[in-house]
């Protein structure tokens, strides 16, 4: 697998990362070093770390700044511009579901920060996301995710509806038709992707050049095929339902009848998914999932496809 850049699945002859791969990082990247870590060794320090910094969640996060004279990612507990988010001691292969499944988003439009995977010293993946609630050295964008607008917390993060998020965009944002329309590609997208996990908190709302907006998707990940047991389709309910989503239920009742979206948006979302999806299974193909992981994740993704009909 060395022989294919983890950031942009470049097939490269030699070196670990392509060219591109490094300048996405910075444009005077010319490698990036193992992290002098092990995967067992991150999950300490994350636990170490985590009073110190705002990042929470089921998954161990560290906060890292890119040190372009040593080429390395560096360990820190505030001014981060990078999460680092090493492999999960019981749920297989996340580092390379969510790089995967970030790069379906990004083949569709839906706008995400760079991110890809890193090699630590014991060979094993390590996910990366830039963090774009950073600007220059100092400087904090505006960002609110959506448990902080309904008043919620991170225990109440899942008692929510579909209708009433977009009540919050039509509340929050500048121009609320334009991201009713992302909001309903993402909602499409996670259904195909088994994403069951879009609570309140992987969904924000960031202020740029002036305008309330949805933020940069970030967590997307196929946690169907990480789970076991009893599967939902969604986070929050969508007419009720959290399990069993329809057509019906996804298109003409969530698109177009509580986003208010017209047929138009609707079927230019919906033909922009279905023209992409050969795509989708070539980067599965050439992702860094075991062969295992990536026969389940475009089993799953097939038969959601059946379900919408596309």
Known sequence: MMNRCPITYENIEEGTYSTKGLKLLSPVLKDLA???YTAEELRAEAIQRAS???????QPKLSAVLNIKDSCFEMVDKGGKYILKPPHPIFPELPQNEGLTM??????????????????KDGLLTYFIKRFDRKGQKDKVAVEDFAQLAGLSRDTKYNYSMEKLVKLIDDTCTF?????????????????????????????????????????????????????????EIALTLNGKKSNLT?????????????????KVIEKTLTSIQQALPSWYKLIDCSFLSNEMKEKYSSLLQHRIQILGF
């Open 34 to 36: 193992l992290l002098d």
């Open 52 to 58: 110190k910094m705002s990042i929470q969640g089921i």
């Open 103 to 120: 790069h379906i988003a990004a083949s569709i439009g839906i706008e995400v920060p760079v991110h890809g995977l890193v090699y630590g």
């Open 176 to 232: 609320p038709s334009i991201e009713k329309a992302k909001l309903f590609k993402r909602v499409i997208f996670n259904y195909l992707v088994g994403n069951e996990d879009m609570h309140l908190k992987n969904y924000s709302v960031i202020i740029r050049n002036g305008k309330a907006e949805l933020s940069p998707a970030y967590d997307l990940l196929n946690t169907s095929i990480v789970l076991s047991g009893e599967i939902e």
């Open 247 to 263: 057509r019906s239920i996804l298109i003409d009742y969530f698109g177009a009848e509580r986003c208010g979206l017209t047929e």
